[in-house]
């Protein structure tokens, strides 16, 4: 059974930072590429970032680009996401996404999803 498992959202103000964890298990982690999407109340669920499955290649949708990293550790099958210069418009569900082909922007490619874990940046 695959289980992805999201943390280290929280309350934050703005310019500052979280870092996002997210633990696998039931899948043979270094075979998968790995997503972040986020998603808010009223909105389609968005791009966030990719990383490949050995790491070598990330992808940042534009509103990150500059401020949030993703990066992967296969010894212990989690993906991170290193969220900096928060804003307000940061604020939403995150989700840790695993997906057996290369890596995507496209929601629709990743076979397995989190939880989420919830983002809120204050002004």
């Known amino acids: 059974q695959v289980q992805l498992v999201e943390s280290g959202g929280g309350l934050v103000q703005a310019g500052g930072s979280l870092k996002l964890s997210c633990a696998a298990s039931g899948l043979r982690f270094n075979t998968y590429s790995m997503g972040w999407f986020r998603q808010t109340p009223g909105k389609e669920r968005e791009f966030v970032a990719a990383?490949?499955?050995?790491?070598?290649?990330?992808e940042l949708a534009d509103p990150v680009k500059g401020r949030f990293t993703i990066s992967r550790d296969n010894a212990i099958s989690t993906v991170t996401l290193q969220m900096n210069s928060l804003q307000p418009e940061d604020t939403a569900l995150y989700y840790c996404?695993?997906?057996?082909?290369?890596?995507?922007?496209?929601?629709?490619?990743?076979?397995?999803w989190g939880q989420g874990t919830q983002v809120t940046v204050s002004s």
């Open positions: 996404a695993a997906n057996i082909w290369r890596i995507s922007t496209q929601q629709s490619t990743y076979a397995y």
């Open positions: 990383i490949s499955m050995g790491g070598e290649f990330s």
